[in-house]
């Protein structure tokens, strides 16, 4: 069980420090129904992470072995492949490190309902290609571990709440000191919005790493 939350620590990590999310929370904690739509879109951002890592657990078992074994060759290919999408991904966002242009979500968040924002919470958490790869890097590991149903549970629910963390940090955390985040909070939007592109790309190498020396380790 410890060898597998060491596993799914720098995946929940990458998740977790991604800048879109935290934007989008930034800028739903600043807009006009800011109560509502942050909280939707807090709900709806767990449950994206939830459900894509429970998904690829329960597809993910036959490759794992018995508690007494280790995981099959497969489920070690199957991190090399994700390992190499990661890194794939990095180079196509760090391509893109000199596009600033806000995209259009970002620019209609003020017109968000709590449905809305909940239902873009759970598309950025388990449709963004950078987030589902390393959800779905999580399910492998989780899935192929071996783990018993009761260990798998609490490595889903640990791994959830480690990625959803800095979002719903940011989200609460307004919520009880408004007034002296607002100026912090547009200074760290900016600084997200300006460098998108580059501090994602730093994330997915340093996670396609691991999860490729993991799989190739697992050979």
């Known amino acids: 069980m410890g060898d597998v939350l060491g596993d799914l620590l720098p995946l929940a990590v990458g ?26 879109f807090a709900a709806g951002w767990v449950a994206g992470i939830a459900a894509v890592t429970v998904v690829v657990t329960l597809l ?12 099959s060759a497969a489920g070690a290919w199957l991190k090399i492949l994700l390992g190499i999408l990661l890194l794939a991904l ?6 893109e490190r000199n596009d600033k242009e806000i995209p259009g979500w970002m620019r209609a968040v003020d017109e968000l309902t709590v449905v809305r924002a909940a239902e873009l919470g759970a598309v950025l958490s388990a449709v963004n290609p ?15 571990s071996g783990t018993a149903l009761g260990g798998q549970f ?4 640990v791994f959830t709440l480690l990625a ?3 979002v719903l940090a940011v989200i609460f955390g307004y ?3 408004a007034d002296r985040l607002r100026g912090p909070l547009q200074r760290l939007r900016t600084m997200l919005q300006d460098n998108n592109h580059i501090v994602l790309a730093i994330i997915l190498v340093l996670m396609g790493t691991v999860v490729l020396g993991k799989g190739i380790g697992g050979l």
């Not at 990095?90 to 391509?95: D, G, H, I, N």
Request: glycine share 10%; aromatic share 2%.
């Open 154 to 157: 609490v490595a889903i629910v």
């Open 15 to 40: 998740v977790a420090i991604s800048p879109i999310p935290i934007v989008a929370a930034i800028l739903m904690i600043l807009s006009a129904e800011a109560g509502s739509a942050s909280r939707g």
């Open 60 to 71: 993910a078992g036959p490759l794992g072995g018995s508690a007494d074994r280790e995981p």
């Open 90 to 95: 990095a180079v196509v966002q760090w391509r």
């Open 130 to 144: 950078k987030n589902l790869l390393l959800c779905l890097s999580a399910g492998v590991v989780i899935g192929s």
């Open 175 to 177: 919520t009880l000191r």
């Open 164 to 166: 959803a963390s800095t």
